[in-house]
């Protein structure tokens, strides 16, 4: 027996007794608060920014650490799950998220609320980095998509309700409990947690590799913020920034490669399926970012719809993503996961062509329709790529695959907001013949051509990943038809 089919069977061991629905609506719950955690504060932050008393350049750290924070902590605390235990540090980090939380509803100064959304992002990644291993774990690979389906709709539900309940709360009760709801939320999560999460007995003789986490922790954040900051125009000090990141992840990849137990298993990425899923997923998120966020800039500037109705327009995204991620898991635990992912980066790269088409005339259920089939086809891809990308590893690299995963999401979205933000306005400028950082009152038309400038770059790239998740069916059946893969479908994984 082999010894990745020794840890399975001592899975499967550990989890006897502890019922696998309740182990995932115990990780869907802390999985829902983080992703909504990082998106409903944005549209708090005008109110937030006028109680405070700072600038508009001050204020939008709140958003930024957060997610500074999780990128750059999302592999250690992967690796932290496979040395440790998935349970243990999911449920520190459920802890930490909720304690911050509490500490961010109670700031009354800025670098005090910086400081807590800081490490509530670190609670957020130690969570996020374990939950899809805990759920591989605990779930036979013949119901594995359909429980990883639901884990990525209540991701995408997390990240699309964020504004809808924000706008909601502000606008009724003080800005601070958009905070301090998570409180009662995780310590719900944090109790039931002890009674239903497994305690899997991880592989001993494993230890955290504390160079390679000295190096890619400042390495992410330097390049991650250069990044994001260059779309206000470069600089001398982002340019070196955006250098010495880069130089510390070179120098963390030279090191992994001689490390004893490497934080990153390096030859991993030279497995194709495993480079092309994350890849995949990666581009994803980039477009989410996109349509996230232009589509509010859509309906209330350009259309002047009011932020009611603008939210109750961007419900239909979560809704789609809510019926059809369970049922694609669903299918892809039967037919396999490869047609899947390739159907739903098809309609995913149609409907962002067709939400690109908006004018200034087109109805309410021509927009509803269009958001709605490109949410379906992101919602129909993620459940089995996410399937591929778990089942493609060896039960004690869960951990580390499941941090990637969440990174890749992670980065895709800031990658997206980022560079969809700096092609927006400068198609704008271009369009009005001067530079334009905003809205221009009364010129939808301005807006309008960047707005689809916008939708055309993102389309083609999710054409590339619908290209990418072609030629790994093609290859896959071509590889069948010669007898070098078994005929049966691969349940819920990308083994073989």
């Known amino acids: 027996m082999s010894q990745s089919q020794r840890m399975v069977d001592a899975v499967e061991g550990n989890t006897h007794g502890k019922s696998k629905w309740a182990i995932l609506f115990t990780v869907l719950v802390m999985t829902f608060m983080a992703t909504l955690d990082s998106s409903i504060v944005n549209v708090a932050l005008p109110v ?12 939008q750290w709140v958003s930024s650490v957060y997610l500074l924070t999780t990128c750059a902590l999302l592999l250690v605390f992967g690796r932290l799950g496979d040395i440790f235990g998935k349970v243990l540090v999911f449920q520190v980090g459920v802890a930490a998220f909720s304690l911050e939380s509490l500490l961010c509803g109670m700031a009354v100064t800025l670098p005090a609320l910086v400081a807590a959304r800081a490490v509530q992002g670190a609670g957020g990644a130690a969570a996020m980095a374990n939950n899809m291993g805990i759920i591989t774990e605990s779930f036979p690979a013949r119901e594995r998509g359909r429980a990883l389906g639901i884990l990525a709709s209540f991701v ?28 009662p939320v995780g310590v719900v999560s944090l109790v039931v947690g002890l009674k239903t999460l497994p305690r899997v007995r991880p592989e001993r003789g494993r230890s955290l590799d504390v160079v390679g986490s000295l ?22 000090a982002l340019v070196a920034m955006l250098a010495a990141g880069v130089a510390l992840l070179v120098l963390f990849a030279l090191v992994e490669r001689r490390a004893q137990d490497p934080l990153v298993v390096l030859e991993v990425f030279s497995q194709r399926s495993f480079l092309v899923n994350v890849a995949c ?6 477009a989410i970012g996109v349509y996230e966020l232009m589509t509010p800039f859509y309906l209330q500037d350009a259309r002047g719809f009011s932020p009611t109705l603008a939210g109750l327009v961007f419900c239909v995204i979560s809704l789609a993503n809510a019926v059809s991620g369970p049922i694609s898991g669903a299918v892809s635990d039967r037919i396999g996961c490869e047609l899947p992912t390739c159907v739903g980066m098809l309609l995913f790269a149609v409907g962002l ?7 200034v005339d087109t109805g309410l259920p021509c927009i509803l329709a269009c958001l709605a089939l490109a949410s379906l086809g992101t919602s129909i891809f993620q459940s089995p790529n996410n399937s591929l990308i778990m089942g493609s590893l060896p039960p004690e690299a869960l951990g580390f695959g499941g941090s990637v995963s969440a990174l890749a999401r992670y980065l895709g979205m800031a990658v997206g907001i980022s560079a969809s933000t700096s092609l927006l306005y400068g198609q704008m400028s271009v369009a009005a013949g001067e530079s334009v950082t905003s809205y ?3 010129r939808p038309d301005i807006f309008l051509y960047g707005y689809r400038w916008v939708y055309g770059v993102t389309a083609v790239l999710v054409a590339v990943g619908f290209a990418l998740t072609l030629a790994r069916l093609v290859l896959k059946r071509a590889r069948r038809a010669g007898g070098t893969e078994h005929a049966a479908p691969v349940r ?3 083994r073989g």
């Open 281 to 286: 997923l990666f581009i994803s998120f980039v």
């Open 48 to 59: 937030m920014q006028k109680e405070l008393a700072v600038g508009l350049d001050q204020i």
């Open 156 to 183: 995408a539900l997390g990240m699309m309700c964020g504004p809808v309940l924000g706008g909601f709360i502000v606008s009724v009760l003080p800005w601070e409990f958009i905070f301090l709801i998570n409180v």
């Open 353 to 359: 062509v067709l939400v690109g088409l908006f004018g």
């Open 440 to 442: 221009v009152a009364g």
């Open 492 to 494: 819920g994984s990308a």
């Open 215 to 236: 190096l890619i922790v400042p390495g992410i954040m330097l390049t991650f913020f250069a990044l994001t900051s260059l779309q206000a125009g470069a600089s001398p």
